[in-house]
């Protein structure tokens, strides 16, 4: 990575929380860029869950028969 792609990522992240543009991140812009973050994770998180869950249901193995 050069500088330059850092800097541009940087700037990028920066311009996704400075909704208003006026180039400074107010509170309230950083709280609702981080609650947004927050609900994204945690839904990913529940996706990762519900994939797992289903991974383990597949690879289960049968029940042994009882003997008679």
């Not at 947004?36 to 994770?41: C, G, P, Y």
């Not at 383990?56 to 049968?62: D, H, K, L, N």
Request: no cysteine; hydrophobic share 25%; net charge positive.
């Amino acid at each position: 990575v050069t500088r330059e792609q850092f800097a541009e990522q940087g700037k990028k992240k920066f311009s996704e929380i400075d909704k208003d543009g006026n180039g400074s991140v107010s509170n309230e812009e950083r709280q609702a860029y981080r609650a947004a973050k927050k609900a994204e994770w945690k839904e990913k998180r529940e996706q990762f869950r519900k994939m797992k869950e289903q991974q383990a249901g597949e690879q289960a193995p049968a029940a042994p028969e009882t003997p008679k």
